[in-house]
């Protein structure tokens, strides 16, 4: 048996978004040339092999990938311990998940993510021809052969996902802090791989949103309460989002949300859209964005798959010059310096789902509107208010202070301290979780 090259690495795990070291169950012998080394078996978890070549496809991985992998024999062997460490872990994970009977990976949600990738990974190429000789040179004998390669990478990874999904729900994932010791560790050995900080800012704001008059919201309720009806009468949801819906994040995919849980969407549309059966229809559902429309098309432990049509209110010129001369007037008492503190006036003022702090959010990552603004001001201070999204039908007024400007530079640590310290408490509690399973299922390494 021979390992994949990285080409055949790239293709089809870098495409499905797989982590350095990638869920290695399902793995295939790719068609041999010539002589067929023997291939070894490197350890057992519960009755799974881990075979030598599935570690050197892991090594292939992380190196094309820009990981640093030493050149000296020693070297290495301590980077394929590493691996097969690793891939043992994620087996240990994998078969806890199936055998958890909540846990469920539907089959069409795994097709569903295998044609995602098989379409981003066609586009990389010129031809349909230069695609396929890209899979034999991969080792795959056809399209199909690779797509239930991807099926089986893809199932394993969302089990994982949904397993630590799970445990977290019933609190026994909990995160365990570490130590400073623990941190200044993790940040001395990768230290070197940090990129430099771009150039990013401070600013707090107070987000003013004209509101619509209460005639608008009557004919508004009452558009959605006329679909409702011609929807509960048999007429095409994805055709009635198309046509009507004021969401164009979704209205072109007639609606469609995507799988969610709860905490991803307002209370007001989650308290519907969670009790509803599948195929079911909802009345129209009051949010600050308007009524809703929704449609519960599948459902699993804790998570849906649903529609909606959205519905606003138009905005008068009246109601948009209202908004404008608020803002102006929390601009101006903010820079009379009187009594209203910041805080205050944005309790009262600001659209509730806008962040009123961003700190240190890189340049790159600023809204047009914003960039345009700010430019390449430096100077802390209040600055004059302007509007976001001025050629939609729902403009913001900006009431906005800048903080400060930092330049590009070097991070240090205290600018990932908060970071590390995330990403090391997940770790230790998944290091804490693996601890016990291993006490629970065989695990055999032999390397």
């Known amino acids: 048996m021979r390992t994949r090259p990285p080409a055949l690495v790239l293709l089809c795990l870098?495409?499905?978004?797989?982590?350095?070291?990638?869920?290695?169950?399902?793995?295939?012998?790719?068609?041999?040339?010539?002589?067929?080394?023997?291939?070894?078996?490197?350890?057992?978890?519960?009755?799974?092999?881990?075979?030598?070549?599935?570690?050197?496809?892991?090594?292939?991985?992380?190196?094309?990938?820009?990981?640093?992998?030493p050149d000296d024999s020693a070297g290495r062997d301590a980077a394929r311990h590493q691996i097969l460490a690793q891939m043992a872990d994620e087996e240990l994970m994998v078969q806890q998940a199936e055998r958890d009977t909540t846990i469920k990976v539907t089959e069409q949600e795994v097709q569903e993510a295998v044609e995602q990738t098989v379409q981003n990974v066609r586009k990389q190429f010129a031809s349909i021809p230069e695609f396929r000789a890209q899979l034999q040179a991969a080792g795959f004998v056809s399209e199909e052969e690779w797509r239930r390669w991807l099926a089986d990478q893809q199932r394993r990874s969302i089990l994982q996902q949904r397993l630590i999904e799970e445990l977290k729900g019933k609190g026994k994932l909990r995160p365990i802090p570490p130590t400073d010791a623990q941190m200044h560790e993790f940040w001395e050995a990768n230290r070197g791989q940090q990129p430099k900080r771009p150039p990013a800012i401070s600013f707090r704001q107070i987000v003013v949103v004209p509101k619509p008059d209460s005639a608008a919201r009557a004919r508004a309720l009452q558009l959605a309460e006329s679909l409702f009806v011609a929807l509960r009468h048999g007429a095409s949801f994805a055709d009635v989002a198309k046509q009507y819906s004021a969401d164009s994040a979704s209205r072109e995919q007639g609606g469609e949300l995507g799988w969610f849980r709860r905490g991803l969407m307002v209370k007001e549309f989650e308290d519907v859209a969670f009790r509803l059966k599948p195929g079911e229809i909802s009345p129209p559902v009051e949010t600050e964005f308007g009524y809703h429309i929704i449609q519960v098309e599948r459902a699993q432990p804790a998570e849906i798959l649903a529609r909606h049509v959205l519905i606003q209110a138009k905005l008068s010129p009246a109601q948009i010059a209202l908004a404008k001369r608020a803002a102006d007037s929390v601009h101006d008492a903010l820079a009379a310096g009187g009594g209203a503190s910041f805080d205050t006036l944005a309790r009262r003022y600001s659209d509730p789902n806008e962040p009123k702090l961003a700190d240190g959010l890189p340049i790159a990552q600023l809204p047009p509107d914003y960039a345009k603004a700010v430019g390449n001001d430096t100077v802390p201070g209040l600055k004059p208010v302007f509007v976001a999204g001025a050629a939609t039908p729902r403009p913001r007024f900006i009431v906005f202070e800048l903080l400060k400007r930092l330049p590009e530079g070097e991070l240090s640590f205290e600018d990932v301290k908060d970071r590390i310290k995330d990403a090391l408490s997940q770790q230790l509690a998944i290091k804490h979780y693996l601890e016990i399973l291993r006490r629970t299922t065989y695990v055999d390494v032999r390397f």
Do not use: H, M
């Open 14 to 69: 870098a495409a499905l978004g797989a982590r350095p070291i990638a869920a290695q169950g399902g793995a295939r012998t790719p068609a041999p040339t010539g002589p067929r080394p023997v291939d070894r078996i490197l350890a057992i978890v519960g009755s799974k092999p881990i075979l030598a070549s599935q570690v050197e496809e892991q090594l292939a991985l992380a190196q094309s990938q820009g990981g640093k992998i």
